[in-house]
């Protein structure tokens, strides 16, 4: 049977997703959105959710000047930058120009308008900038803090600014002078939108109040209390609609959100709030005053609006129906667990630094945001008999059932049993109606899902979030917190890895305990059982992976190569090889039989926490501390087929190369033999081409070119190294010397010759000239005064 299952030798990258919005600065124009990280400016394309282009991204030998803030009219973009400079960018990406700002800090905002730019500074000072001369041609004064808010009116030529003091100033551009003071908010100011009737503005501020001013009127219309701290506030244009309300056209509203995570719309002209979100997939806010929601943006082509979170997940909604259309992860943090789900893997899960279990269609990217624990998910399993039912636990003590239906996932169970975080959890192989968990209160326990009997087996019955799970089953398993669960394929035997050092085996039917695994000197992170063989594989922080005999409890092999901790620990290849992701951020994967590592893909730059595996083996997706999901391909067949392709080939060249010689056609068969690299054969041809004179070697070398020539020349070293073959060297010498001399062969790289291929000057051609000669006169000394000697290295 081990003979007909093909090994796996290669593994390629199919795609690579990481993160492309860590924070900072978001804009929305027409179909893009304009996404802020620590390097870049990446931009988003919302129909496919693709980063279409990147502006800004250093190259892999210059420094990451990290970006502070950025703004774009869609043409043009300016970004500022740690390192002190303001950069200006072209649409295609390319730098235009870049200079000095002359704030005392950082910059926090910046607002284009036409050729003028504002940048709002920590040290309390605002500063227009001409772009086309990048000169400082205004410094207006009055802020008191932090400039956070900088925004030029829409309708005249009149800027607003606010920091840390909670006023807003109004700045007349054309005399620099501070117009009106607008003064109502007891703290910080977040935002300000624009009303569509030119005559009003509204902000939003952290002292929980929306206000209403007109301009250059410093007394509030009206200040609405929300009850909560306001981050995003955006103006709704004159007609639109929302599920149970229509505007009405002397109307003046505005949409907010912050701290507790809902998109709630206000008619300020009348005090009133008119709307408040439902269906909202942001989660609150966990401690008062903090922030749920970033920015709010809105689209007036599509009608929609999307809601940025503070874990920097982007969910559009349409305006009218207030329907989720589309949501983006722009920066996952750690990735803590993957699995494989639905049909054919249609669908995989990912657990990351959130209580969120985002959800992603396998084919085309398009994620979902799953909400249901209140902490961290901590470890993700689906169910070997029904790819549609999945189980996640968390750090909340709770583990929670979940079935996918037709694209969408919804909760159907929830158990509360466990005092600690629950690490890890699995299903039973032949069951979809128990699954096991582990926990850091060192327990371990066994889950009953309500079913019912049918002809053929047990079936789920209907199940709702309200549904409580029944444990079956507890014992304290180790004396230390438990970090994986496993099942055995026959469902006879639960294995527990824990940080205590162990492996311990436990009946599936009363967790009574069959037997300890000892061998590892450090905590185990991870435990499988083989598909075929009675046998588990175990990984673990003392950077081993070891394979151990579930019948008599002892260990059959230790397989070693990671330079750190092994994360994760899966069978292969229907139980003969090993696949293994660790802390030093590399895969790898063993050949049991003879324990040799026969592949190691290094893409990561972090641990790799998750690992989830294809059913049919053909692929699987890795992803860790570094944020990326990568997902793999099988390329085994690929590249057995490239090296047979190349193997065809190379036995069609030698072939060549041997009729060429037999037909006397000895340039061709040089020039083949240095492409191929065979010195000896090359001497031979060589020693050929000496024999019908000196005048056709010289002739022959003439016809080379300059690349060819300079590998004549590494073989003639090598030659020169034996006294049998010091003569054809020698020849060789003269020839590429008198060459050199007129100026027809200059070699690229000086190889053994000179330390360094530097570009070429007078020095670097008389030392290369002088040690040819050098060469050349002691070959020849050396081999009349020992003609016997052997392996002379005279090139040293």
């Known amino acids: 049977m081990g003979t007909s299952v093909k090994l796996k030798e290669a593994y390629d990258i199919e795609s690579k997703h990481g993160a492309f919005y860590t924070g ?93 730019l504002a940048s709002g500074g920590s040290d309390s000072s605002v500063r227009i900038w001409n772009l086309e001369h990048q000169a400082c041609i205004q410094a207006l004064k009055g802020c008191q803090g932090v400039v956070n808010i900088v925004e030029y009116h829409p309708y005249e030529n009149t800027l607003l600014a606010s920091a840390d003091d909670g006023k807003i100033n ?78 009405e056209p002397d109307g003046l509203y505005v949409a907010s959100a912050g701290e507790i995570g809902v998109v709630r719309v206000w008619d300020v002209k009348k005090s009133k709030e008119v709307f408040v979100q439902s269906n909202s997939l942001i989660s609150k806010s966990s401690y008062e005053g903090g922030l749920a929601v970033m920015y709010l943006l809105y689209n007036a082509d599509s009608g929609s609006i999307a809601v940025v979170s503070a874990e920097h997940n982007i969910v559009i909604y349409h305006l009218k129906s207030f329907a989720c259309l589309k949501q983006f ?126 002809q053929k087996s047990k079936k789920i019955v209907n199940l709702d979030e309200k549904t409580i799970i029944a444990c079956k089953q507890t014992v304290i398993a180790h004396q230390k917190e438990i970090n994986c669960v496993a099942v055995s394929p026959n469902d006879k035997i639960i294995a527990s890895a824990s940080q205590d050092k162990t492996l311990k085996l436990w009946s599936c039917d009363n967790l009574e305990l069959i037997g300890t695994l000892k061998g590892h000197k450090r905590g185990v992170w991870s435990v499988r059982f083989s598909p075929v063989d009675q046998v588990a594989v175990s990984s673990s922080a ?37 696949l293994s992701a660790g802390a030093d951020g590399l895969v790898k994967i063993f050949n049991i039989k003879n324990s040799e590592c026969e592949c190691t893909l290094d893409h990561h730059q972090g641990r790799i926490w998750a690992l989830a595996l294809k059913t049919d083996e053909t692929g699987f997706i890795t992803g860790g501390s570094d944020s990326y999901l990568i997902k793999w391909k099988d390329v085994t067949e690929e590249r057995k087929l490239e090296r047979q392709k190349e193997q065809e080939e190379l036995a069609l060249i030698e072939q060549k190369l041997s009729n060429y010689i037999q037909s006397e056609q000895l340039l061709k068969a040089l020039k083949l033999a240095l492409k191929l690299e065979r010195p000896l054969q090359t001497l031979k041809i060589i020693q050929g081409i000496i024999k019908k004179g000196e005048i056709g070697l010289k002739e022959t070398i003439t016809a080379l070119r300059n690349d060819q020539k300079e590998s004549l020349l590494n073989c003639a070293l090598n030659w020169n190294m034996n006294s049998k073959n010091c003569h054809p060297a020698q020849l060789v010498f003269n020839v590429l010397l008198n060459e050199l001399q007129a100026g027809d062969f200059r070699p690229v790289g000086l190889n053994k010759m000179v330390e360094s291929a530097l570009p070429y000057t007078e020095r670097h051609f008389k030392r290369l000239t002088q040690m040819l000669q050098d060469v050349h006169f002691l070959s020849y000394t050396v081999n009349i005064m020992q003609p016997n000697a052997r392996n002379v290295n005279i090139g040293e």
């Open 329 to 454: 992860v722009g920066f996952s943090d750690d990735i803590l667990d993957i699995v494989l789900l639905g049909k054919d893997n249609s669908h995989f899960a990912v657990a990351t630094n959130s209580a969120d279990i985002k959800l992603y269609d396998n084919a085309s990217m398009n994620c979902q945001l799953v909400k249901g624990h209140e902490d961290l998910v901590l470890s993700l399993a689906v169910c070997p008999m029904d790819k549609n039912l999945m189980v996640s636990s968390g750090k909340d003590n709770s583990v929670r059932l979940w079935q996918l239906d037709g694209g969408h996932i919804r909760c159907i169970g929830v158990g509360r049993r466990h005092t600690g975080s629950v690490s890890s959890v699995t299903f039973f192989q032949s069951s979809r109606c128990a699954f096991v968990s582990s926990s850091q209160d060192t327990c371990l326990k066994l889950w009953d899902i309500p079913s019912k009997e049918t």
């Open 24 to 116: 900072g600065h978001i804009q929305w124009i027409d179909k893009t959105l304009y996404c802020q990280t620590e390097e870049a400016i990446n931009l988003l394309n919302i129909e496919n959710g693709t980063v279409i282009q990147t502006i800004g991204s250093p190259s892999e030998a210059e420094e990451v000047d990290t970006i502070q803030t950025f703004t774009t009219d869609g043409d043009r973009y300016v970004s500022s930058h740690k390192s002190g400079l303001l950069k200006l960018w072209k649409k295609d990406g390319n730098l235009e120009k870049m200079w000095k700002y002359i704030h005392k800090g950082p910059i926090v905002k910046l607002s284009l308008s036409g050729s003028q």
């Open 170 to 247: 109004c700045y007349d551009l054309a005399n620099g002078q501070l117009k009106t003071v607008h003064d109502a908010h007891y703290s910080k100011v977040t935002s300000i939108a624009f009303a569509h009737d030119k005559e009003h503005f509204i902000s939003c501020g952290r002292d929980k109040v929306i206000v209403l001013w007109q301009f250059y009127n410093g007394v509030p219309l009206k200040t609405i209390a929300v009850y909560e701290v306001v981050e995003a506030i955006i103006s709704l244009p004159i007609k639109f609609k929302l599920p149970g309300f229509k505007s």
């Open 542 to 578: 003392d950077c081993s992976i070891k394979l151990w005999s579930v019948a008599t409890l002892n260990c059959l092999k230790t397989f070693e190569g990671h330079e750190s901790s092994v994360l994760k620990a899966e069978f292969l290849s229907n139980g003969l090889q090993i």
